[in-house]
C-alpha cells in the first residue's frame, strides 16, 4: 500500500480537525548497507486510536518505530504528526516514546526517575511534582516511590519505564514490545494503564510479540514483512480478507477403512479428517451422520475459529516468534 501526500486528510486552514491524522507514515524507505529495513511502509494512525504492529522478527518494526519519533533518519518518505512534519523541533514534544530495552536509573529511587525523565521533558517545580504523583498513582506504585529500582520485578521497572515516557502527556505515544519479559499479571496491568491514557485521548501505537494482546488491546492491526505494509485493518476485516471465516472442523474416527464421508477430506499431516463450515450449529449434525452412515465411529473433534496467528501465517509465512 503506497499513500501518498494527497490522501492525508488536511483541512485548507492547516487547522487541525478530526479527521487529521495522529500519525501519517508515508512511503518510508531505509536501508543500513546493503540491508533495505523499509521499503515504502505507509500507514496511518487515526486520532484516538490503538493501533498494533505486528511483523516477524526483522521485518523493520524497531527501524520504523525509530524514524517515527526521528531517531532514525529515513532515507526517503515523511512522518507526520497531526498534520505537522517531524521535522518541525516542536512538534516531537506531542509523541512520548517507550523504547525497548528499559531506560530507567537502576540507583535511583522510581520517584527520582520520574524526577529526572520529568525534567528532560521541560517539567519543572510545581507542575513536576503533580506529574510525578500523578504517574505514581497511574503505576501503582505510590507506596514504593523511595525504593531503589534496582529492587523491583521485570513489571514493576517496565512501569515505571513506560511512566517516565508519558509524564509531559503526549497525545501520541508509541511503545515497542511494552509487555518484554514481563508476567502475564504485570502484562494484565500495563494494558490497563494504556487503556486509562486512550480513554483520555492519547493515541497509541505499539508492537508486540504477543497475538492475543494485538487482538484484545488494539482496535486495529497493521501488519509489516520485509519493511511494507502487507495488511492492516480490524481483526475481523483481516480474517475476512486474507484467510475467511469459515470454521475448520478436523475430526478423528475409527471404522472408516475406504474413501473420506462425503463432504470430507483426508488430512494426511493431521491423520484426520477435515471439512469447512459456515455455521457450525446447521452443519455438524450433517456432517457426523455421514460419517455415522458409512460406519465410522467418531473419537474426537475439533472446531477452529479463524485468528489473527492463521491470519500471520498466512501472510507472512512466518511465526511471530521465529
Ligand atoms: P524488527 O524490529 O521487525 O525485528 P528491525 O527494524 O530491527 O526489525 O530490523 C530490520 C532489518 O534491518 C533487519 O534485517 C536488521 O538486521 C536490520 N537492521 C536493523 N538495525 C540495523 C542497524 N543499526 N545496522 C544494520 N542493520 C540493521
Known amino acids: 500500500m503506497t499513500l501518498s501526500l494527497d490522501s492525508i486528510p488536511q483541512p485548507p486552514s492547516g487547522a ?13 524507505w531505509k536501508a ?3 540491508n533495505q529495513a523499509l521499503q515504502g511502509t505507509s500507514f496511518v494512525l487515526n486520532q484516538g486510536e490503538r493501533l498494533a504492529l505486528l511483523g516477524p522478527n526483522g521485518a523493520g518494526k524497531t527501524t520504523l518505530i525509530r524514524s517515527m519519533c526521528g531517531r532514525v533518519r529515513p532515507d526517503r518518505g515523511q512522518v507526520f504528526l497531526l498534520g505537522k512534519s517531524i521535522r518541525d523541533p516542536d512538534v516531537l514534544l506531542q509523541m512520548g516514546v517507550i523504547p525497548q530495552d528499559l531506560a530507567i536509573y537502576a540507583d535511583l529511587t522510581a520517584k527520582q526517575n520520574l524526577e529526572c525523565f520529568g525534567q528532560l521533558h521541560g517539567l519543572r517545580s510545581r507542575k513536576l511534582k503533580e506529574r510525578v504523583a500523578w504517574a505514581l498513582k497511574w503505576i501503582g506504585l505510590e507506596d514504593r516511590a523511595n525504593e531503589l529500582t534496582k529492587g523491583f520485578s521485570g513489571g514493576m521497572k ?9 509524564l509531559h502527556r503526549p497525545r501520541i505515544l508509541l511503545l515497542d514490545e511494552p509487555t518484554v519479559g514481563v508476567d502475564p499479571q504485570s502484562r494484565q496491568r500495563i494494558f490497563d494503564m494504556l487503556d486509562e491514557l486512550n480513554e483520555e485521548g492519547t493515541s497509541i501505537v505499539l508492537t508486540t510479540h504477543h497475538l492475543d494482546e494485538a487482538e484484545t488491546r488494539s482496535d486495529r492491526i497493521v501488519i509489516v514483512d520485509h519493511g511494507k505494509v502487507v495488511a492492516e485493518g480490524t481483526i475481523d476485516h483481516l480474517i475476512e480478507s486474507t484467510i475467511g471465516t469459515q470454521r475448520q472442523v478436523t475430526i478423528q474416527a475409527s471404522g472408516l477403512l475406504v474413501a473420506a464421508p462425503p463432504g470430507l477430506e483426508w488430512d494426511s499431516e493431521k491423520g484426520r479428517f477435515v471439512c469447512w463450515v459456515d455455521n457450525v450449529a446447521d452443519e455438524l449434525p450433517g456432517i457426523l451422520e455421514r460419517i455415522q452412515k458409512v460406519g465410522g465411529v467418531v473419537l474426537d473433534l475439533e472446531v477452529h475459529q479463524p485468528n489473527l496467528h492463521d491470519v500471520f501465517l498466512h501472510l507472512t509465512g512466518k511465526e511471530l516468534r521465529e
Open 16 to 28: 487541525l480537525t478530526l479527521e487529521t491524522p495522529a500519525l501519517a507514515v508515508v512511503d518510508l
Open 32 to 34: 543500513y548497507g546493503n
Open 158 to 166: 517496565r512501569r515505571v519505564n513506560i511512566a517516565c515516557g508519558v
